[in-house]
Structure formats: structure tokens, C-alpha cells
């Protein structure tokens, strides 16, 4: 089975800074990365599929790149509201696969 | 809109069931695969189980498999989890989702329900 770290596991920053989170998974899984947003005591939404498509209706200060095994998830510019647990999540081999999660939380 | 609602969730004591429902409103039901992911307390995402848009085709992570059976009813527009045997670990919240197959992505999600296994 395919495992899918991420790093960092939290992070603290301002409001108007850069964020990146990155995912990496154990083997290539070519672009079939995607990228959720969960908010506490919510369902996740996805934001990002295929690696770098940004789904319909989510702001444009966020954006992911990346294939094979290494992945990236920016906010380009932090908003109070983006305040939620971030997951990557991989499809291979008849089994889906979300990552640990990263925290994020304003300074 | 687009909407699922899930329902089912409660108490239920080790070696217990369950049958978890989904009611999905807003999209052509039959056209979609489905899924469940579940969420035990303070912890990650875990995906459960996949049904294809007719039911021929399913999956189930192997924490599930041979205790869990998913199923739909696409003249209902429901989807369905059965859950036997269940252990202190299934305890989670259940989301039920559609699935976007071209991307393998979760598109829309339920608010979930609570199932707790405990004696």
C-alpha cells in the first residue's frame, strides 16, 4: 500500500504570509493528488484535484503543484478563515489513501 | 442544491450493527460512484469503502473488509453501509461522499454521523 506523509504537522503563521504544506507519497502516483480543507467540527472540502486544478468556487490563493512523489499545498496570502486542518489524499491500486493532516492556525 | 445527509449513527456495544444511511438530493444519484470515509475522535480521514454508479464494482479498506458491506439504492437515491462485528476502533464519525472518478476525489461530502462502540 501506498503511504502519504506531510509535513509540517502544524504551523503558526500571520495573516497575509505564505504558506506551504508538503505531502509525499511511498511510490509514484503521478498527478492523483488531491487536497482538502477541514474545518473543526465540519466536513472536509476539497480544494485541490489532480495535483493542481483548483476546484470550482475556491479562492485563487490557493494552489498546488507537484507529481510523482512530491507535492506542494500554497495559500499564497493566510486568511483568518483558512484556520483548518489541511489533508493530501492519493487513489492507486483499488484504495484511497488521505495523508496525516496539517494544522494550521494563525500567529 | 447538492446534498447528502447521513443518518443511522448511535451507541451500538462491541460485537454489535449497524446500518448507516445516506440520502443523496440535488445531482443525478445514478451517475455517481460513492464512498464512506470515517473520522475517529481527534484523528485523520480514513477512507472505508467505494461503490461504483451501479453497484457492480466496490471496494473496502482492509480494516473493514469481511465485517462492513456497502450497497446504494439508486431508485431511492441512497446509499448504505451495513456494519457487523463492530470494535472499539470503528468508533468515528461516517461521512458519506461522492466521488469524482476522473480525479479519484471526494466532491461533496455529508455532515456525517457519530457511531460509538463501547459496552
Known amino acids: 500500500d501506498i503511504q502519504m506523509t506531510q509535513s509540517p504537522s502544524s504551523l503558526s503563521a500571520s495573516v497575509g504570509d505564505r504558506v506551504t504544506i508538503t505531502c509525499q507519497a511511498s511510490q509514484d502516483i503521478s498527478n492523483y493528488l488531491n487536497w482538502y480543507q477541514q474545518k473543526p467540527g465540519k466536513a472536509p472540502k476539497l480544494l485541490i484535484y489532480?495535483?493542481?486544478n483548483l476546484e470550482t468556487g475556491v479562492p485563487s490563493r490557493f494552489s498546488g503543484s507537484g507529481s510523482g512523489t512530491d507535492f506542494t499545498f500554497t495559500i499564497s496570502s493566510l486568511q483568518p478563515e483558512d484556520i483548518a486542518t489541511y489533508y493530501c489524499?492519493?487513489?492507486?491500486?483499488?484504495?484511497?489513501?488521505f495523508g496525516p493532516g496539517t494544522k494550521v492556525d494563525i500567529k | 442544491q447538492v446534498q447528502l445527509v447521513e443518518s443511522g449513527g448511535g451507541l451500538v456495544k462491541p460485537g454489535g450493527s449497524l446500518r448507516l444511511s445516506c440520502a443523496a438530493s440535488?445531482?443525478?444519484?445514478?451517475?455517481?460512484?460513492m464512498s464512506w470515509i470515517r473520522q475517529a475522535p481527534g484523528k485523520g480521514l480514513e477512507w472505508v469503502s467505494y461503490?461504483?454508479?451501479?453497484?457492480?464494482?466496490?471496494y473496502y479498506a482492509d480494516s473493514v473488509k469481511g465485517r462492513f458491506t456497502i450497497s446504494r439504492d439508486n431508485a431511492k437515491n441512497s446509499l448504505y453501509l451495513q456494519m457487523n462485528s463492530l470494535r472499539a476502533e470503528d468508533t468515528a464519525v461516517y461521512y458519506c461522499?461522492?466521488?469524482?472518478?476522473?480525479?479519484?476525489?471526494?466532491?461533496?461530502w455529508g455532515q456525517g454521523t457519530m457511531v460509538t462502540v463501547s459496552s
Open positions: 461522499a461522492r466521488v469524482r472518478v476522473a480525479a479519484h476525489a471526494f466532491d461533496i
Open positions: 461503490i461504483s454508479s451501479s453497484g457492480s464494482t466496490i
Open positions: 440535488g445531482f443525478t444519484f445514478s451517475d455517481y460512484y
Open positions: 489532480d495535483a493542481s
Open positions: 489524499q492519493q487513489y492507486d491500486n483499488l484504495s484511497f489513501t
